[in-house]
């Protein structure tokens, strides 16, 4: 699947709170649908049909113990998404922090001669 | 951080990308570090590369000319023409990104001041979304990792803050 594919996938996937939701508590540990289900008040089958939405976009992970089949996240989806937008918002803070330090030394250095045009006048 | 220091980045429509700060400083001042190409040099730099040439005529219907260079990369140009120059509010400029047929992009730059201080607000019009994601695409494989490792804090921290409410 192209990169852009998988993101339409991941994003769809991602526009449910409860999906976030459940995410939010994988980013945390592995988990089975019964750990899922209590503290979101829902039903296991609600919650496993949530799962399958994740685990169809690679999200998450269900693992092989027959009985538990615990949930795991995905990195590397995740990653995608929020990465190349996370890393244009991330060239931009490295550079307006370091505009900040320009602009800071301007301001200093326009109230100094503000200060000497004052004292010129007086 | 505080909110005054947040980066925010919108797409309001397909082909549009818009990047809004606010600066402790009067907008003259952010104008001049904008301009400036003594002081651009200083900030506006690219993921590994720092900005080596930047030669700018501050006029309508000027040129300018950006150039970023890094250890054992491929140095990145970019130029274009200033369509309007209104000191201390306004620029508008095309962007031609140089070794890339991508087509031009339209960037306005506002400044508002207010209370001191300046929020600045640069939109991007790229000639298609194709071109707009692969620009913003640019670089994002090296920080895969890393962004994981923050995606993950931010997850449990929105899972932490629902569990609180």
Same mark, same amino acid.
């Given at each position: ?15 449910? $709170? ?66 190349? *937008? ?19 030394? !301007? ?16 | ?6 980066? @925010?980045? @919108? @797409? ?45 005529? !501050? ?28 000191? $201390? ?30 929020? !600045? ?5 790229? $000639? ?26 931010? *997850? ?10």
């Amino acid at each position: 699947m192209a990169i852009s594919d998988r993101l339409d996938t991941t994003f769809a996937a991602l526009a449910d $709170p409860t999906r976030r939701a459940i995410l939010a508590r994988l980013a945390s540990g592995e988990a089975s649908v019964l750990e899922l289900a209590e503290p979101f008040e829902m039903t296991q089958p609600a919650i496993s049909k949530h799962l399958k939405v994740l685990e169809r976009a690679g999200l998450i992970s269900r693992g092989r113990d027959a009985q538990r089949r615990p949930c795991r996240l995905e990195a590397r989806p995740l990653a995608e998404a929020n990465g190349w *937008l996370e890393t244009y918002r991330q060239l931009w803070e490295t550079n307006f922090r370091r505009l900040d330090t320009v602009l800071h030394e !301007l301001k200093a250095s326009s109230g100094k001669r503000r200060q000497a045009k004052k004292r010129r006048t007086r | 951080m505080n909110a005054a220091d947040t980066v @925010t980045i @919108t @797409t309001p429509s397909d082909r549009e990308v818009v990047v809004a700060r606010t600066f402790d400083a009067p907008r003259a001042l952010v104008f001049d570090a904008y301009t400036q190409p003594e002081l651009l040099m200083r900030w506006y730099g690219a993921p590994g590369r720092s900005l080596v040439v930047c030669e700018i005529d !501050l006029r309508v219907g000027g040129a300018y000319r950006f150039l970023w260079r890094g250890a054992g990369k491929k140095d990145v140009g970019m130029h274009g023409v200033h369509r309007e120059v209104v000191r $201390p509010e306004r620029i508008v400029r095309t962007e031609t990104w140089e070794d890339w047929d991508a087509g031009e992009v339209v960037a306005t730059i506002v400044l508002a001041e207010r209370a001191g201080a300046t929020t !600045l607000t640069s939109t991007g019009l790229y $000639p298609s979304r194709e071109v707009r994601d692969a620009v913003m695409k640019a670089g994002f494989e090296s920080g895969t990792r890393e962004t994981f490792a923050r995606l993950a804090a931010i *997850l449990s921290n929105m899972h932490a803050s629902k569990g609180a409410a």
